[in-house]
């Protein structure tokens, strides 16, 4: 196997996120010579000094502390030119995703995106991925080098290991110049947070939450309390189908948490979370194909001919989601 670069961006504390010792686990899985990239203001409390690497890397200062195009650009190819790998693994995070596509232009290589797996065919690295929203699944190989791939995060277990200190050669990178200046963090209200992907539990919520109910009214600020309610108990993450998310646009009740970073389905997002529970939803193949990677379906849903009904859940309710939500809010009260 050829060389491999592992790059990765420290957080505020200095420590790996666990995208980045996903990063980590898979290039060491591949056998190759491993040599680990960071970048941040400071490294020392990555603490993965024993995961068998055979170097560290790091640019380190105040001024690669934020995520900047200029900077990080700057800073990952001083890594990657110190290193010399040919193969450079990363986290899809956004930070990276906005930066690597140009290092790999600087470095005359290629870069792939949202990869799923790094192996190898034939004694040839290879990258699989998904295609036509997570209908296909292709498998990569390359002939470019260096060959810059990101991986998405949730698909492979994270580096577990003891802690030890790291042995860093510390890589000297002049600082661009630069435009942006990061004036602070504007943070959500306290509870206001509905995304979160290493929840255990994905709850997907679909239009009948703002249509009219058995009563003949539409009951639109129970069905939000309900599932802030529901959320704040069970930490769960909040998904939409495009149905919904769509509503704010045709003048009709929405929900006010709601937002296109929830859409899930065929031209939403894919999480991938152990369970995942759908309220209200039809089901129907755009939106199932959503819940491609998660484990254990379950969905809630008045109508015994819906989509669910017809294979797509692995349990189906036939119950009124408000008043199974309502009732779960107060057992786990």
Not at 2 to 21: F, R
Not at 29 to 53: M, Q, S, Y
Request: proline share 5%; charged share 15%; hydrophobic share 45%.
């Amino acid at each position: 196997m050829e060389s491999i670069l592992v790059l990765a961006h420290t957080e505020a504390d200095g420590s790996l996120a666990k995208p980045a010792l996903e990063a980590l686990a898979t290039a060491l899985a591949l056998g190759g010579p491993v040599t680990v990239g960071l970048v941040g203001a400071a490294v020392d409390a990555a603490a993965i000094g024993g995961c068998g690497a055979g170097r560290f890397l790091a640019v380190t200062g105040e001024a690669f502390a934020q995520p900047r195009y200029s900077t990080d650009a700057a800073a990952a190819e001083a890594l990657c030119r110190a290193s010399g790998a040919a193969i450079v693994i990363a986290p899809q995070t956004s930070r990276w995703a906005r930066a690597l596509s140009g290092v790999a232009l600087r470095l005359g290589g290629r870069v792939d995106t949202h990869a799923t797996a790094v192996g190898a065919q034939n004694g040839v690295p290879a990258v699989t991925r998904w295609f036509y929203r997570q209908r296909m699944e292709g498998t990569l190989t390359r002939s470019q080098r260096p060959w810059i791939v990101l991986l998405d995060a949730g698909v492979v277990e994270p580096w577990r290991g003891a802690p030890a200190p790291l042995d860093v050669e510390t890589i000297a990178v002049a600082v661009p110049p630069t435009r942006t200046t990061v004036l602070g963090v504007e943070a959500t209200q306290a509870g206001g947070q509905t995304i979160r992907p290493d929840a255990k539990l994905l709850f997907v919520a679909g239009a009948g939450w703002t249509k009219k109910q058995g009563d003949g009214a539409v009951h639109g600020v129970e069905a939000e309390a309900l599932i802030l309610g529901f959320l704040g108990a069970s930490q769960a993450s909040l998904g939409g189908s495009k149905s919904l998310v769509d509503l704010s646009g045709e003048g009709q009740p929405v929900l006010g948490f709601m937002t296109h970073l929830n859409q899930i389905g065929q031209t939403g997002s894919t999480p991938r979370h152990p369970k995942g529970l759908s309220t209200c939803c039809h089901g129907e193949e755009p939106h199932a194909v959503g819940w491609r990677f998660i484990a254990e379906r379950r969905a809630i849903n008045l109508d015994p001919n819906c989509g669910w009904a017809r294979g797509k859940a692995d349990v189906l309710y036939l119950a009124d989601a408000f008043a199974v939500v309502r009732e779960l809010n107060r057992l786990l009260a």
